[in-house]
């Protein structure tokens, strides 16, 4: 995604605006939701000739896909990203230096790879939710919670799995002692 600005010379004030369908390059998302690969970009840029370089400002608009962060149904949803980034002139006294992360103009073009993908992924949901209020799914055996609001386990205490047992015997005990206790006062 490399854009020619040869024609803006070194001309402050001069200005050119492009809107260009461009498809996606890899790796244009974080886990759970990106940009497709290969899908198209819809690009709105002004390129406008500064002192100190080019000033690329404008929209990317895509189509973000992936799935919800809490019951994994698929998501699709449109995203336009705000762009603004000064490339410098390799030459111009502005540059902090060469540890500096900064864009320059290279052979009187521009790449706007990096910069679309610094836009377009910090946009992005970290935790992607199908809804706001997204129940999830269910810990114990993966149901989708949105599906069955009412879906629960039965949940006991594994330190009081041993006493389990003794409920029923118990029961049964008391039961037997109360049989001969109205025996005896029958009698």
Request: charge should be negative.
């Amino acid at each position: 995604m490399t854009f020619s600005v040869k024609d803006l010379g070194r001309s402050p004030g001069s200005m050119r605006t492009i809107e260009e369908h461009v498809p996606a390059p890899k790796d244009f998302g974080v886990a759970l939701v990106g940009v497709q690969e290969g899908s198209i970009m819809d690009l709105d840029l002004r390129f406008e000739s500064v002192h100190e370089g080019i000033l690329v400002s404008g929209t990317a608009s895509v189509e973000v896909t992936g799935e919800c962060g809490r019951c994994l149904e698929p998501l699709r949803f449109e995203r336009d990203v705000d762009i603004q980034e000064l490339f410098f002139y390799s030459d111009s006294e502005s540059l902090l230096g060469e540890d500096e992360e900064q864009y320059r103009v290279e052979g009187d073009a521009v790449a706007l790879e990096p910069v679309l993908r610094d836009a377009v992924v910090t946009s992005l949901p970290f935790q992607p939710v199908c809804r706001e209020d997204c129940k999830g799914l269910c810990s114990e055996c993966g149901a989708r919670l949105n599906d069955d609001p009412d879906h629960h386990h039965e949940v006991l205490d594994p330190r009081w799995s041993a006493l389990a047992g003794l409920t029923g015997t118990a029961a049964e005990s008391d039961a037997a002692t109360k049989s001969e206790s109205d025996e005896r006062e029958e009698s």
